[in-house]
């Protein structure tokens, strides 16, 4: 039964699409099916969420109902989600409650998933890798603890939205921007940790990351860099401290939980520009990588520039339905008709300068003069004062304004009065129009095979892109979810023998992704699993998160 655990109501009502709050009979029939985790009996578990009702109090240990389900995957490729169903969740207050709950969950082998605000949609939400996991959430820790706009940096807990820190920024007068990515309502920590990015000069998340705390497996706690000195001055100002640097360690890992995380902001320019260009045919994504590349290496543009596709641009703009309606990918005479009608390009290029007003209007003039070269180029240019703020949703991304744009992808389809999802396929990139063509040709073939439109685009970032393509459908049990998953195991699986990677997985394929990496039989991931064994012996955090499994679930690895 929901034991009235004051979940975060954005997250239920994301979750389920029944869900206002009071339980409903698929929600009980979910309780009744919570797995356990493997090997444990129901005394045995009965016995640990008793001792973890102890540490949090009862109120903050979800058992099932609406309460539960919001810790279910929304957007699973797959007919249903019990795959990855938790058992109970757990909601902590603070570092030393997290560590009391280790003490049990090492002593009785509880798997625990650790999450922020658990909103990573698309890769799987809060729903842990291995049914049965307990999910540890740690919305609770929510403190800006500091925030120094003289150094441009702030230290966060793991519940602190990027609109929370946007509206802290805002509410203190500080000239500081975040860096948002495309659905502000995740925390800061969550989306760093998972190597996301944003829209800005600061749109590496992880790049800018400098300082964390985190609790071992052990119960111990570590602060790295420079923190670890007890009376420390530049803990978020300096990564690496002294002797090894261990940040990068607790990305897309599952070695520890981080507590504490700080991050630097970008000082609010004076000025800044935000470009769009049109160009008019499919092959004119070479030229526009090439071209790119070159304003970002040397400088001139110092942002995430994004190349959005035709059907991404006009998602928000209009229904799928006005063009195509009909089964099967957008035929190329509906695409051209909708570029057509709504004045949008075959690809859009994204971008923004920041600075001295004529200074990025030189930079401005310098960028439209380098796409010029590419015939039936469109550009356009709207000016903003440092304050002044744009008004779309992927204008305000790069103003450091958190928006929830990407969602605007589930109003393409009509759900028929069910709910849209998405699972995203994000195959690392070379800057090279030549690599950017052969992504596209074979992302789109095989999405039109499956029965998806190529829903995608590239994110820049100098040396590589980030290729995003969206898989649109409609929510489980309906077949077009599990046809959703069998899409992006076929494009992983041409991207690799194309010799590309993808930079993040859902859970249905972080094994799969994890054996890609597979140079000398798999070195990579022996050596990662050979630090998880060292740092986490029995096995308790996260266990098959990215692929690394400890010696205790090893035998869970598969489903590939
Ligand atoms: P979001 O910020 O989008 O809500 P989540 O909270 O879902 O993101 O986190 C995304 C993933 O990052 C989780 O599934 C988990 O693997 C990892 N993660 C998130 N927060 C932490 C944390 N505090 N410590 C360790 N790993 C974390």
């Known amino acids: 039964m929901t034991r009235g655990a004051p979940v975060d109501a954005k997250r239920a009502q994301a979750a389920s699409a029944t869900d206002a709050g009071t339980e409903t009979e698929a929600e009980t029939e979910k309780e009744t099916e919570a797995p356990r985790p493997p090997g444990m009996s129901a005394a045995q578990l009965a016995r640990a969420l008793a001792a973890f009702e102890t540490i949090v109090g009862i109120p903050y240990v979800c058992r099932g109902g609406a309460a539960l389900a919001a810790y279910r995957d929304p957007f699973a490729p797959l007919s249903n989600d019990a795959m990855f169903a938790p058992c109970a969740a757990l909601l902590p207050a603070n570092v030393d409650e ?173 000025a800044y520009v935000i470009g769009e260009i049109q160009f008019a045919r499919e092959d004119d994504l070479g030229a526009i990588v090439d071209t790119l590349r070159g304003l970002q290496l040397s400088g001139t543009i110092a942002q995430h520039a994004v190349i959005e596709g035709a059907i991404r641009r006009a998602a928000g703009l209009a229904p799928r339905a006005r063009w195509y309606d009909g089964e099967g990918a957008m035929p190329e005479a509906a695409v051209a008709r909708l570029q057509r009608e709504l004045d ?154 194309a010799g590309y990677g993808v930079y993040r997985s859902h859970l249905l394929y972080m094994d799969y992704a994890a054996a890609q990496y597979s140079f000398n039989d798999g070195a990579l991931l022996r050596l990662a699993e050979t630090v998880k064994d060292a740092l986490d012996p029995q096995g308790v955090l996260s266990p098959g998160k990215q692929g690394v499994w400890p010696a205790a679930w090893r035998g869970q690895r598969g489903y590939t």
Not at 162 to 178: K, Q
Not at 250 to 258: A, M, P
Not at 357 to 365: C, F, P, S, T
Not at 448 to 476: C, K, N, Q, S
Request: aromatic fraction near 10%; glycine fraction near 12%; proline fraction near 5%.
């Open 98 to 270: 997290i560590r009391a709950i280790l003490r049990v969950a090492n002593a009785a082998r509880v798997p625990l998933w650790t999450v922020s605000t658990g909103r990573n949609f698309a890769y799987g939400g809060a729903a842990p890798r291995l049914a049965g996991s307990v999910v540890l959430d740690l919305q609770r820790l929510n403190r800006i603890l500091d925030v120094d706009e003289r150094l441009a940096w702030a230290l966060v807990e793991p519940g602190v939205s990027y609109f929370d820190l946007h509206a802290h920024l805002r509410e203190r007068g500080l000239a500081l921007w975040v860096d948002p990515p495309a659905s502000g309502w995740g925390s800061v920590i969550g989306n760093t940790l998972e190597r996301g990015f944003g829209y800005t000069a600061y749109g590496d998340h992880a790049a800018s990351q400098c300082g964390m705390e985190i609790v071992l497996a052990n119960g111990d706690v570590v602060r790295t860099g420079m923190g670890a000195l007890d009376t420390g001055t530049a803990w978020t100002l300096y990564k690496p401290g002294h002797g090894p640097s261990f940040d990068a360690l607790f990305t897309q890992s599952n070695y520890g939980i981080v507590t504490k995380m700080g991050l630097w902001l970008m000082p609010a320019p004076s």
């Open 344 to 497: 949008i390009g075959r690809w859009n290029l994204h971008y923004a300068l920041y600075g001295e007003a004529d200074v990025i209007e030189l930079q401005r003039r310098t960028v439209e003069r380098a796409f010029a070269a590419v015939p039936g180029a469109r550009c356009a240019a709207r000016r903003y004062a440092g304050n002044e703020e744009p008004q779309g949703g992927g204008d305000r991304n790069m103003a450091g304004i958190p928006s929830m744009s990407a969602f605007r992808m589930l109003d393409w389809l009509d759900w028929l009065g069910g709910e849209g999802a998405h699972v995203d396929f994000s195959p690392l990139c070379p800057a090279d129009g030549r690599d950017a063509l052969r992504q596209y040709a074979l992302v789109k073939a095989r999405a039109a095979e499956y029965g998806f439109d190529y829903y995608g685009g590239f994110t820049a970032a100098g040396r590589h892109l980030h290729h995003v393509f969206a898989a649109i459908f409609p929510r489980a049990p309906h077949p077009q979810a599990a046809r959703a998953g069998d899409l992006l195991r076929a494009l992983m699986s041409d991207a690799r023998a």
